[in-house]
């Protein structure tokens, strides 16, 4: 691995306050010695940086001119933090990152007065922002006091609604706020020299309403290539880059297109609009995500794991199995080769989710509608009453925001859309805001859908082939991060009767009923049960909704006690059973009944198997939640 690099100015920088008496020159050597820092780091520890790498310029330029943590900073999405984290005396502990008891990969409330709001999802920013300049406004309790409200917006994160709804909002309230959109899907050409030198002056010297004025007819005098750069495909910016007409629309002004890697450009406009502004104003910087380093990736460094910076080789432990992301993928192109009604819909996350692949395949039915799952979830819902067979990709905890949209669009309508739910249960190093703790518990509630959960990567493509069948209701089925099993894989996916799970073992005493992937660990335990004498019976529920009542009160009556395992959080599965359990009358029979699901806590950051034990959901967790439940000491303490 290479050597940390020289940092000389970066050194002499312990928090914010470090960088005001710095100039100019050295701002723009910090920003260099900087960007060489998130590289190093990142390479020793993995995580996300290309995000980063495009705003470093930009983090320097704020913390030089405004006065964190009193003026309160917010990243959207917070991936791109690690500059600001450095630069807010986290600096030695970013060997830490997205580890156990190590600092977050994203801002958070806990870790530091530097990160006023936690923004570990997307497009929340300018409403906290707005938040934080009425407490401003009305004189709100704050530690550090209140002062300028800025949100930091990827172009990405400025496709989620929720973005529009604030801007409106804050555009009537017409209260001083400064947003910064990060736009880092343009080019910019020049990036440097005569131009930018003159826009530079041109906004250092005007009075505030010449300066919007100027910016407003800056396009039309840029040389062609600038012009060609500044126009994009979606109609929001090029709305933009003609001034900002939607933008002003909103009750904005707007300063941009500029060049988001130009020290002296962002310096003097930054100090111009923290000296003038007296209303909400939009800045449109333009920047080149993974700058200086993975610029020609694909992913552009988006997230990664501990890499050889001179080769850029990733330190990736070799699979012993396809992940289940593949095998969705593959399973769902399978299906869509015979039966052209077949679509699938994500909201930014084609590779996360597989569809990547299926995109390759059949371009003409594959939708990423950006960052909005509400609308993602609609657009399926519309699709399937007009006779098509959508499969609506989204990770777990993204799903949770087009809830409203489940229940309304899709479930009371009883169209069938097929959910298919990446991520669910704990994820390890993108720690709570990411888990997939609440989807079982929140669609099981539902009328008539049908929720399944897959225990290996050959039931996930059952359970691909199921939902297909499924078409007078919706259906879901979760399946977790990374890889399966290794289990032997089906030629083609066999649809499953709907609501019947499946006998593993039999045993005697207790019965394991599982749901979702913790089977592997639930087998583990029985094992080691069955060398003290204690033989379970396991079996597989598959379907969270409909419950397989007959099985379930078969397990119930011809044992001592049952136990539900399943990752995800209190009201789910185990409780759907343990309400069938009293129903039916069985608690009076004296059955001893344990539900074994993920805490009611925020698990932080850690490799999975480390988080699932602080979940006690472990393989001698589960042991150990037998031998408490029959009464029988554990014989042999295990390591």
Known sequence: MSERPHTPILDRVKSPYDLKGLSDTDLDRLAHELRAEVIWSVSQTGGHFGAGLGVVEMTVAIHAV???????????????????????????????????????????????????????HSSTSISAALGFAMARELGGDCDTGHGDAIAVIGDGALSGGM????????????KRLIVILNDNEMSIAPPTGAMSSYLSRLYAGAPFQELKAAAKG?????????????????????????????????????????DGHDMEQLLAILRTVKARADGPILIHAITK???????????????????DIRTGEQKKAPSNAPSYTKVFANALIQEAEDDPHITAVTAAMPDGTGLDLFGKRFPARTFDVS??????????????????????????????????????????QRLPVRFAIDRAGLVGADGATHAGSY???????????????????????????????????????????????????????????????????EGNRVALLNFGARLKEVRDAAEA???????????????????????????????EALITVEEGAVGGFGSHVAQLLAEKGVFDTGIKYRSMVLPDIFIDQANPRDMYAVAKLNAEDIEAKVLETLGVARMVKRA
């Open 66 to 120: 405004f006065d964190t943590p009193r003026d309160k900073l917010i990243w959207d999405v917070s991936h791109q933090c690690y500059p600001h984290k450095i630069l807010t005396g986290r600096r030695e502990r970013m060997q830490t990152i997205r580890q156990k008891d190590g600092l977050s990969g994203f801002t958070k409330r806990s870790e530091s007065p530097y990160d006023p709001f936690g923004a570990a």
């Open 163 to 174: 973005a529009y709804e604030a801007m409106n909002n804050a555009g009537h309230l017409g």
């Open 218 to 258: 800056a396009v039309s005098l840029l040389p062609e290539p600038f012009q060609e750069g500044a126009r994009r495909a979606k109609e929001l910016l090029k709305a933009a880059t003609v001034g900002g007409t939607l933008f002003e629309e909103l009750g904005f002004s707007y300063i941009g297109p500029i």
């Open 289 to 307: 995500k993974g700058k200086g380093y993975a610029e020609d990736r694909p992913d552009r460094g988006h997230a990664t794991a501990k890499f």
């Open 371 to 412: 960052i909005a799952e509400q609308h993602a979830v609609t657009f399926a819902a519309g699709m399937a009453a007009g006779g098509l067979k959508p499969f609506c990709a989204i990770y777990s905890t993204f799903l949770q925001r087009g809830y409203d949209q489940i229940v309304h669009d899709v479930a009371i």
């Open 439 to 505: 989807d079982t518990a929140f669609l099981s509630n539902l009328p008539g859908f049908v929720v399944m959960a897959a225990a290996d990567e050959a039931e996930l493509v059952h359970m691909v082939r199921t939902a297909l069948e499924i078409e007078d209701r919706p259906s879901a089925f979760r399946y977790p991060r990374g890889e399966g099993v290794g289990v032997e894989m089906p030629e083609r996916g066999v649809a499953l009767e709907i609501g019947k799970g499946r006998m593993i073992a």
């Open 529 to 559: 049960l069955e060398a003290k004498g204690i033989k379970p019976t396991i079996a597989d529920a598959r379907f969270s909704k409909p419950l397989d009542e007959e099985m379930i009160l078969k397990l119930a009556r011809h044992h």
